[in-house]
């Protein structure tokens, strides 16, 4: 794990699409901001992990056909 300290308002740069910024830091809240591509997800742990465990638990049924699966 790399382990980079940051003031309000500077960023971290992540590949050539990704940024990061710290927007505020208040006790021990820190805010930020990340900028990058729409088709890049970006979840919070907890709901990363969520996302996850549901698509184990409900996996889409495969198809060939271009039409909309039946529920089965």
Do not use: Y
């Not at 997800?41 to 271009?66: D, G, L, T, W, Y």
């Amino acid at each position: 794990m790399l382990v980079l300290s940051r003031k309000e308002g500077e960023r971290i740069c992540i590949g050539e699409d990704i940024v990061l910024t710290v927007v505020s830091i208040r006790g021990d809240r820190v805010r930020l901001g990340f900028e990058g591509p729409r088709e890049v997800p970006i979840h919070r742990e907890e709901v990363m992990r969520a996302i996850q465990e549901f698509s184990q638990a409900n996996p889409e049924p495969a198809c060939a056909s271009p039409e909309p699966c039946p529920i089965l």
